[in-house]
């Protein structure tokens, strides 16, 4: 008994552990061409369902009256052969999903039918091509879909950006080349928990972004990969430490992200600039970009920053952190804001360019 027991452990170790894993992977990617599989034959099911009823109510005499008739019925049918799955709701769904896509080889694989759904109900065509490209691109669950559509991710963007920037980045057509193309200001830690109260500790605020640190990558956006806490910087005999390291593959640079839960300073700024230029000197390397630092505050002046940074500027970037999401209203207000600024900017470069026009005009003539 002891020699056929020992003959089997014999046998079991003679299986590697990459063996075993290879076989779990096999059945693993099975398994998720399956679900894959029937997650798009029910997108597929629920746009003919969709078309089959656009195309009945044309039929109708009267359209709006015959559409709610037709659905009413339609639904109580369904209803008793195939269960609640085919409410009067969800037909109405059907309906508006094939308006929007009319055409079924623009429906893409990787969503499901919940994402859609949430999809569907953004009347803005723009917003809807925005979410979809990034839906598809960074692989978001239905959860993560919600949120960012939820913290107002796309109008968020804009404030920072132009629509046409951020819409060519999220196809791909386009790579981010500056900060700003993919930096949100304000960022939006719901996710954190912390409820609203006074002051924070920053090493409070710390902690709660590193427990959630999956989720504040997702906030943080395309291209960011997590480097270190409190990275040890050694100046001589001084020792100086930065919150948190991030590098981007999209920008091709080090992130340096330093926690602030009061109105920056103009200290903080050059705290910030110096731990910059040490990414800048000490580890990057010669075919990386200048390092980003991003001084994430609970309040800022955008004028002293600016003030305090060169024109050209683009490594020192200070935004906002908000531990709730927005509303509507608070992003409105925001891009009224953006705009008027832009608006003015554009004004002041075009009244720049004709006075350095005529003055070079008058100079001529003088001669």
Avoid at 193 to 221: C, M, R, S
Avoid at 297 to 309: I, Q, T, Y
Wanted: glycine fraction near 2%; proline fraction near 2%; aromatic fraction near 10%.
């Amino acid at each position: 008994m002891k020699k056929k027991s020992y003959k089997l452990s014999l046998e079991k170790s003679a299986i590697t552990t990459d063996f075993v894993q290879e076989v779990k992977a096999i059945i693993n990617n099975t398994q998720n061409n399956v679900i894959r599989s029937i997650n798009n034959e029910r997108v597929l099911m629920y746009w003919e369902i969709g078309k089959k009823i656009v195309l009945e109510e044309q039929n109708g005499k009267n359209r709006a009256d015959y559409g709610t008739y037709l659905i009413k019925t339609l639904a109580e049918e369904l209803t008793t052969s195939f269960g609640s799955g085919f409410s009067a709701r969800q037909l109405n769904f059907c309906r508006q999903f094939y308006l929007i896509f009319p055409k079924v080889n623009a429906l893409r694989s990787q969503l499901n039918w919940t994402q859609y759904r949430l999809i569907i109900r953004i009347n803005d065509e723009d917003k809807r091509t925005y979410y979809i490209e990034e839906a598809c691109k960074n692989n978001w669950s239905a959860r993560q879909l919600e949120r960012q559509i939820n913290s107002q991710l796309y109008e968020r963007l804009l404030l920072s950006s132009d629509k046409e920037k951020v819409l060519a980045i999220a196809k791909s057509e386009e790579i981010p080349d500056q900060p700003k193309d993919i930096i949100k200001d304000p960022m939006v830690l719901e996710f954190l928990g912390l409820k609203p109260q006074a002051t924070y500790y920053e090493k409070d605020l710390e902690q709660a972004i590193i427990t959630h640190i999956q989720q504040f990558l997702l906030e943080l956006g395309n291209g960011f990969s997590f480097v270190a806490r409190q990275k040890r910087l050694l100046l001589e005999d001084d020792e100086y430490f930065a919150d948190l390291v991030f590098y981007n593959r999209l920008l091709k640079c080090f992130v340096i992200i330093e926690i602030k839960t009061k109105k920056i300073t103009h200290q903080d700024i050059g705290q910030l600039q110096m731990y910059v230029n040490y990414y800048d000197r000490y580890e990057k390397n010669e075919d990386e970009n200048p390092s980003i630092g991003i001084l994430l505050c609970s309040d800022k002046n955008d004028k002293m920053v600016e003030l305090l940074l060169p024109k050209d500027n683009n490594t020192i970037l200070a935004s906002k952190y908000q531990i709730y999401l927005p509303s509507k209203e608070q992003i409105l207000k925001q891009m009224e804001e953006v705009t008027k600024i832009r608006k003015k900017e554009k004004t002041d470069e075009v009244l720049n360019k004709i006075f350095t026009e005529d003055n070079n005009l008058l100079q001529r003539l003088a001669k």
